[in-house]
């Protein structure tokens, strides 16, 4: 993108300063009830505890720390990453969100136009966040309780649900790919169950997968041109 005139920065770098110091203050901001704990009332898990704590997530949240900034950042853009990260709940909301925003202004990912329609459907999806759990938290038990079974069962296929529509979404630009695609995933994920490997080395092999055969389709359709 073009730079500011008055400051001689482009957006991207805008982007990346203030993003910096918002993850920077999010990030103490996230130990701050702990503190307050520990100052007010002196309590604190012994240290062994804390570590055992943290490899626990390491091991099984650790490849998505790496995986998951790369996969959506394509589709997120450089602020939309920033906020979706800060936010949190960027496979369920946060992408949708983005993905939708980009559809209705009709742009594509991975373009300045597109990057801006991203953070704005991010920023949306935010603000409706916030005053939807601030409802929920104040409302929602009451009416929870109230639902059928059948309905609070659902809510444990949701963020499937959401997985799919998003995928349905991405591959009806190129259905083959996108056949392709669920496919190899398939089979990829019967055989690992079979072998009992490590499920965080699956999520590696289909991600990888799938951008090899985006990768040959691409080539495909370039010689045809």
């Given at each position: 993108?073009?730079?500011d005139?008055?400051?001689g920065?482009?957006y991207?770098?805008?982007a990346?300063?203030?993003?910096?110091?918002?993850?920077?203050?999010?990030?103490?901001?996230?130990?701050?009830?702990?503190?307050?704990?520990y100052?007010?009332?002196?309590?604190?898990?012994?240290?062994?505890?804390?570590?055992?704590?943290?490899a626990?997530?390491?091991?099984?949240?650790?490849?998505?720390?790496?995986?998951?900034?790369?996969?959506?950042?394509?589709?997120?853009?450089?602020?939309?990453?920033?906020?979706?990260?800060?936010?949190?709940?960027?496979?369920?909301?946060?992408?949708?969100?983005?993905?939708?925003?980009?559809k209705?202004?009709?742009?594509?990912?991975?373009?300045?136009?597109?990057?801006?329609?991203?953070?704005?459907?991010?920023?949306?999806?935010?603000?409706?966040?916030?005053?939807?759990?601030?409802?929920?938290?104040?409302?929602?038990?009451?009416?929870?309780?109230?639902?059928?079974?059948?309905?609070?069962?659902?809510?444990?296929?949701?963020?499937?649900?959401?997985?799919?529509?998003?995928?349905?979404?991405?591959?009806?630009?190129?259905?083959?790919?996108?056949?392709?695609?669920?496919?190899?995933?398939?089979?990829?994920?019967?055989?690992?169950?079979?072998?009992?490997?490590?499920?965080?080395?699956l999520?590696?092999?289909?991600?990888?997968?799938g951008v090899?055969?985006?990768?040959?389709?691409?080539?495909?359709?370039?010689?045809?041109?």
């Amino acid at each position: 993108m073009m730079p500011d005139l008055t400051t001689g920065m482009s957006y991207d770098e805008k982007a990346i300063r203030i993003g910096t110091i918002a993850m920077i203050c999010a990030a103490i901001a996230n130990f701050a009830p702990a503190a307050y704990v520990y100052l007010a009332y002196g309590i604190i898990p012994p240290a062994e505890d804390i570590c055992k704590m943290w490899a626990v997530l390491a091991v099984t949240f650790g490849a998505s720390w790496i995986i998951q900034p790369i996969t959506y950042f394509s589709l997120l853009g450089v602020s939309g990453s920033y906020l979706g990260w800060i936010a949190g709940s960027n496979a369920d909301i946060r992408c949708p969100s983005a993905t939708m925003a980009q559809k209705a202004a009709n742009v594509e990912p991975s373009t300045p136009e597109g990057d801006i329609i991203s953070t704005i459907g991010v920023a949306g999806s935010v603000l409706t966040s916030v005053a939807m759990v601030t409802i929920f938290v104040l409302v929602g038990q009451g009416i929870l309780d109230i639902l059928p079974p059948f309905i609070q069962n659902s809510f444990k296929y949701v963020l499937t649900s959401v997985f799919g529509a998003v995928y349905v979404q991405l591959a009806c630009k190129n259905l083959g790919m996108g056949a392709w695609t669920i496919v190899f995933a398939i089979a990829v994920s019967y055989f690992w169950g079979v072998l009992h490997l490590p499920g965080w080395l699956l999520n590696i092999l289909i991600i990888v997968g799938g951008v090899v055969i985006a990768r040959i389709f691409f080539n495909k359709a370039a010689k045809k041109q």
